[in-house]
C-alpha cells in the first residue's frame, strides 16, 4: 500500500487532505460526523481581533459546479477563540490545526499572531490576505507585492510558528505575490482563496448575495488553483498548500503533480460533508494503481 | 463512505411524488428516519446536477420500526430548477438527504390550545406540529393562508386530523382534542378573504403560538399577536440561504436578540420575543 503520509516543512501530516477555512467551522460539526483525527489537519475559520456579524444576508448562492460566498468572516474574533474554540477543538482534535487569521489593518493582524503564537497545537499560522485594507482605501493586502511582504514581515516579527500566507487569485501576477512573500521570510504559501465573482437573479433583476459579489469556489475554480499552483511553484521553494475546487482523490494526485505538498478540501465539505474522510479512503488505493508509492514523491511531478 | 459518515446522510428512495396544489408536490420518501425527532426539522436533499443541496421541512414522518424503513413527506413548490427538477423525479429514484437538520418547535410548550400559523409554503412543517399535538391530545387552532384558491393545501389533513384520535391516542379519558382550521385567501375565492393576522381575532384564548411562512407574515403576526394576545409567546420557523445546511459555513446567520445564530442550526425554529426585533 502506498504510503500517503506528507511534510510541510518539519511537520509530518499522516496524509494530505486538509478541510479548508471557512468550510469546517472549529470542527465541532463534522467531529459528530466522523472521526475527524483521520484528516491530516483542517483550518479554522478565518479569525480576525474583533468578533464579526460577517456580510448581510443573502451571502450564499449557489453556481454552476460551485458556489459564491459573502460570509465576509464572520467569527467570534480572536479571544473568544482562544478561550472558547480552541480548549474544545483541543478535545475532539489531538493532532495539530492550522489557524487562519484574517485583518483589516496590518496592526490586526499582528495583534492575532502574536496571540496565537502562544497556543499549542498549532502547525501552522495560515494568514488570508485576501480581506482589505481599510488604511489603504480597500484594497486587499493580496493584490500588491509590496502589501503582501509588509503583512508576511509583521506576522513573521512576532511568531515562531510557520507562517504560510494565503494568497487571494484576484491578482495580475501571483507568482509576484508568492515571491514577495518567500522574500518577505514566509515559510509557506497556501493558495487559492475564492474568486471575485457574481451571481444575478434573473427574476428579481438582482445579484442574489446582499453584497452584490463574493467569492466563488468549488470544482468550476479547480483548473484556475492547479494553473496557479504550478506557476507558484516554479517560483518559490517554500511548500504549497494547494486548494480549489478539489473533490475527488484525483485532483489531490493532481493537485501535488502541480506543486501542492498538502491539498485543502473547501466547498465540497458543506454539499457532500463526507468527502474528506472518501478521499482519504481512495487515496492509497488509487496511488497504487498509479505507481506511485510515496505521496511525496509526485509533488511538483507535472514539471519537467 | 457507509461506517465514516454518521446517520446524517442517509439514502431515501422516492416511492410518491404527486402534484397537489398549484407548483406544488408531495414527495414521499423512505429510509432512515430516525434523526428526525421534532416537528419544525428539516432535510437538506442532493439533486443531480445542483452543486447546493435544496433545503426543505419535514412536513411528517414515521419513525423505522421492526425493520421497516420510516417514511419521510415533504412538500415543495416549484420554484427554480432545482424544484423542478425535483418534481420531475420518478418513482424509485434514489436521494441523498442530510436528515433531522435544525431545532425544531418546541412541542412541551403549547400550553392549553396552541394556535398554529402557516403561510403558503410555510404550511407543511405546521401539520406535523398539529399531529404530535394532537396525539398529546391537545386541541389546537389553525390558520392557514394562501393567495388563490388554486394555491391551497394540506387543508383537508390538518380537518382529518380530528380523527387521529380515534386511532392513535391512548390514556386521554377526557375530551378528544380539536383541531379547528381557518382558512384564509387573499383573493377570497375560498375561506375568508385576507391575510392569516385577520383571523387571529377569531381564537379565543391563546398562550402559545407556533408559525412559518414568509418573513413579512411572520413580522405582521409577530404584531398582531403582541396587541390580540400580549401574553402569548410564540416560536418562527425562519428561512434562509443556505451553504451547508449544518452548521459549517455561518452562511445563514441572523441577529437575534441573544446575538448572531445560524439559522440552520440553532433555527430555524426561534422564540417570537428574539427575531424581528428592530
Ligand atoms: C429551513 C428551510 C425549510 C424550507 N422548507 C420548505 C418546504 O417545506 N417547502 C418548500 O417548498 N420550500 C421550502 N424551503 C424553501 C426551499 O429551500 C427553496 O424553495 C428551494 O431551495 C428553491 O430551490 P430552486 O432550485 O427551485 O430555486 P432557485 O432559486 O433556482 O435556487 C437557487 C439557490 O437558492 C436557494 N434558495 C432559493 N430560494 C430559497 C429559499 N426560499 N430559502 C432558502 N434557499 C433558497 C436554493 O436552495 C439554491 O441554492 C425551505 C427553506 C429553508 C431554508
Ligand atoms: C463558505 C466559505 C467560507 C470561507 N471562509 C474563509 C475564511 O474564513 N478564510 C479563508 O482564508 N478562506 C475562506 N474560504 C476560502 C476557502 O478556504 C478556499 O480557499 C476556497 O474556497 C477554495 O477552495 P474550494 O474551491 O475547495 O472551496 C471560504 C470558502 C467558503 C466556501
Ligand atoms: S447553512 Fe451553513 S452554517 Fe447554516
Known sequence: ?304 | MNGVINDMEQIFTLTKNTPIAKDVYRAVLRGDTSRITVPGQFVNVKLDGFFLRRPISVCDWTIPFMGDEGELTLIYKVVGKGTDAMSRLKEGAELSVLTGLGHGFDVSASGKRPLLVGGGVGTPPMYGLAKKLVRAGISVDVILGFNTAEDVFLADEFEALNDLYEFGCEGFEGKKPEVRVYLTTVSGETGTKGFVTDCVPKIGECTHYYACGPIPMLKALKAKMAETFPDAEGELSLEERMGCGFGACVGCSVETASGFKKVCTDGPVFPAAEVFCE
Not at chain 1, 465573482?197 to 479547480?222: E, L, T
Open chain 1, 1 to 304: 500500500m502506498a504510503d500517503i503520509r506528507t511534510r510541510l516543512g518539519d511537520w509530518t501530516l499522516d496524509n494530505p487532505i486538509i478541510p479548508a477555512s471557512g468550510t469546517f467551522g472549529f470542527g465541532q460539526e463534522f467531529a459528530k460526523l466522523y472521526d475527524i483525527n483521520i484528516l491530516g489537519s483542517f483550518s479554522f475559520k478565518g479569525t480576525t481581533k474583533e468578533p464579526r456579524f460577517g456580510n448581510p444576508t443573502p451571502r450564499i448562492a449557489e453556481c454552476t459546479a460551485g458556489m459564491i460566498n459573502s460570509v465576509g468572516l464572520a467569527n467570534p474574533g480572536i479571544d473568544k477563540v482562544i478561550a472558547g474554540e480552541l480548549p474544545k477543538l483541543r478535545g475532539i482534535f489531538k493532532k495539530p490545526v492550522i489557524a487562519n487569521i484574517s485583518g483589516f489593518s496590518i496592526d490586526e493582524y499582528k495583534y492575532c499572531c502574536e496571540r496565537i503564537d502562544k497556543e499549542d497545537g498549532i502547525g501552522i499560522i495560515e494568514v488570508n490576505i485576501s480581506c482589505p485594507n481599510v488604511h489603504a482605501g480597500g484594497m486587499a493586502f493580496g493584490t500588491s507585492p509590496e502589501a503582501a511582504a509588509e503583512v508576511t514581515r509583521a506576522v513573521k516579527s512576532v511568531t515562531h510558528k510557520p507562517v504560510y500566507m494565503k494568497l487571494s487569485p484576484n491578482v495580475a501576477s501571483i507568482v509576484d505575490i508568492a515571491k514577495a512573500c518567500e522574500a518577505a521570510g514566509a515559510d509557506g504559501i497556501a493558495l487559492i482563496n475564492t474568486l471575485l465573482g457574481m451571481k444575478i437573479d434573473i427574476k428579481r433583476r438582482k445579484p442574489v448575495v446582499a453584497n452584490k459579489m463574493g467569492g466563488f469556489s468549488g470544482p468550476a475554480i479547480f483548473p484556475v488553483a492547479v494553473r496557479m499552483v504550478y506557476q507558484v511553484y516554479e517560483a518559490v521553494k517554500i511548500p504549497i498548500i494547494g486548494m480549489g475546487g478539489v473533490a475527488s482523490a484525483e485532483d489531490v494526485i493532481e493537485m501535488m503533480m502541480a506543486g501542492a505538498s498538502a491539498v485543502e478540501v473547501g466547498a465540497m465539505n458543506l454539499t457532500e460533508p463526507g468527502i474528506c474522510p472518501k478521499i482519504i479512503g481512495e487515496l492509497p488505493g488509487l496511488c497504487d494503481s498509479l505507481g506511485i508509492e510515496n505521496i511525496t514523491d509526485i509533488i511538483g511531478a507535472a514539471h519537467c
